[in-house]
């Protein structure tokens, strides 16, 4: 089973900057990696397939880069509705395996 | 569009089984995998299993082969979760997700409390 490691745990940054997650998985996946967001007492939802290919709807400050087995996923400019936890998954090998989160924190 | 409606809480008590479904409102599965993935409190994404409703082949994560069993309708565009031998670790919140390697549309999710 691949594993994913995502860092920092938790980042704290202020509204309007930039947020940068990392992902990392234990072989390579390839592009098959997918960044997904979680608010409070909500489920999921998908904001990058394909490492770097912006879901329907999610805003063009979402943006996905990295092949292989390191990932990044970046937020140009942080709203408020962004903070969040993010997760990264891995969808190459079966079973496909989350990250165990970032959460993004207002500083 | 289509929306995954999932049934509503539960309580169960340990050592028993809960059944937990999924239709697809406003559609079909369509040729896509429906995936099962729960959340404990305060804890990660864990994928359980999926199935093909078209086949009806069904896969399941090692750590609950034997426990969980996962189905399809068709006809009515319903996925089920079956889990038995619940224990207190079993208390989640288990979500059904449109598997395309990627998992693109959710179901807001059914609390499972395991309680004695």
């Known amino acids: 089973e691949i594993v994913m490691t995502q860092s920092p745990a938790t980042l704290s940054v202020s509204p309007g900057e930039r947020a940068t997650l990392s992902c990392r998985a234990s072989?390579?996946?390839?592009?098959?990696l997918a960044w997904y967001q979680q608010k409070p007492g909500q489920a999921p939802r998908l904001l990058i397939y394909?490492?770097?290919t912006r879901a329907t709807g999610i805003p063009a400050r979402f943006s996905g880069s990295g092949s292989g087995t390191e990932f990044t996923l970046t937020i140009s400019s942080l709203q408020s509705e962004d903070f969040a936890v993010y997760y990264c998954?891995?969808?190459?090998?079966?079973?496909?395996?989350f990250g165990q989160g970032t959460k993004v924190e207002i500083k | 569009q289509v929306q995954l409606v999932q049934s509503g809480a539960e309580v169960k008590k340990p050592g028993s089984s809960v059944k937990v479904s999924c239709k697809a409102s406003?559609?079909?599965?369509?040729?896509?995998?429906i995936s099962w993935v729960r959340q404990a409190p305060g804890q990660g994404l864990e994928w359980m299993g999926g199935?093909?409703?078209?086949?009806?082949?069904?896969k399941y994560a090692q750590k609950f082969q034997g426990r969980v069993t996962i189905t399809a309708d068709e006809s009515t565009s319903t996925a089920y979760m079956e889990l038995s031998s619940l224990r207190s670790e079993d208390t989640a919140v288990y979500y059904c997700?449109?598997?395309?390697?990627?998992?693109?549309?959710w179901g807001r999710g059914t609390l499972v409390t395991v309680s004695s």
């Open positions: 997700t449109r598997d395309a390697g990627y998992f693109d549309l």
């Open positions: 406003g559609g079909t599965f369509s040729s896509y995998a």
């Open positions: 199935i093909i409703p078209i086949s009806g082949t069904a």
């Open positions: 072989q390579s996946v390839s592009r098959n």
């Open positions: 394909g490492a770097s």
């Open positions: 998954q891995q969808y190459n090998n079966w079973p496909g395996t």
